[in-house]
């Protein structure tokens, strides 16, 4: 049911490009992004709906992929605040709701 | 506008005591989520709760825990006889409505220590 996601970890040089990658083996109906800074809580950053949808604001982005049950979230001239754990939300068509296995970033100087 | 918000924030325990997490969803949420996440490990859904029907407990491990959302006052989380495998941070989380177009918005946690 857990979405997976790829890379575990990632660490980048400030400006540098990354993706992250979840997979779901359920049929999906949307997927959430969110970051979660260590020893805080997780923070929204966008929903994606429909098949091919892609949104983004300042430089993160993501895309939704619906019949390959994936998305992946752009992060493009990384910056220090940029840090943190990244877990997409993935609700299937059975209406539950499952986080991903995490993807720890580490943006450096 | 407040936004989620749990009590306590920290929570000391001795094994076979019992803990009581609350949580508050924001004004105007009927949706409430609750997640445990283990020390470097990713956010385990537990219960999802309307108010005063738990929706689904899949995550919920059979023994020793329980939710709740009643009518009025807050989502409680209650585990009983802690053992010290329950020291995690939890999460709650509410949201408008159940639907994939809704954000779910998270409290700041409560962390449990069982010692």
């Known amino acids: 049911q857990q979405p997976v996601q790829s890379p575990q970890a990632v660490i980048l040089r400030e400006g540098e490009d990354a993706v992250i990658n979840c997979s779901s083996s359920?049929?999906?109906?949307?997927v959430h992004w969110y970051r979660q800074k260590h020893g805080e809580a997780p923070v929204f950053l966008m929903i994606?709906?429909?098949?091919?949808e892609q949104k983004g604001h300042d430089k993160i982005s993501a895309s939704f992929n619906e019949k390959k049950q994936q998305s992946s979230l752009y992060l493009t001239a990384s910056q220090l605040s940029y840090s943190g754990t990244y877990f997409c939300?993935?609700?299937?068509?059975?209406?539950?709701?499952?986080f991903g296995t995490g993807t720890s970033l580490t943006v450096i100087p | 506008n407040a936004g989620v918000m749990q009590n306590p924030r920290h929570l000391v325990r001795r094994r076979g005591q019992e803990a009581r997490l609350r949580c508050s969803p924001m004004?105007?949420?009927?949706?409430v989520y609750w997640y445990r996440q283990l020390p470097e490990e990713g956010l385990k859904f537990m219960v999802y709760?309307?108010?005063?029907?738990?929706?689904?407990e899949s995550g919920m491990p059979k023994e020793r825990f329980s939710a709740e959302f009643p009518k009025e006052g807050p989502s409680i989380l209650r585990i009983q006889q802690v053992v010290r495998g329950d020291s995690a941070a939890y999460f709650c989380?509410?949201?408008?409505?159940?639907?994939?177009?809704?954000?779910?918005?998270f409290g700041p946690g409560t962390r449990l220590t069982v010692l």
């Open positions: 989380a509410s949201s408008p409505t159940h639907s994939g177009t809704d954000t779910q918005y």
């Open positions: 359920k049929a999906l109906y949307s």
């Open positions: 994606l709906l429909k098949g091919g």
């Open positions: 939300g993935t609700e299937n068509t059975g209406n539950q709701f499952y």
């Open positions: 004004k105007g949420h009927s949706h």
């Open positions: 709760l309307q108010k005063e029907n738990i929706i689904d």
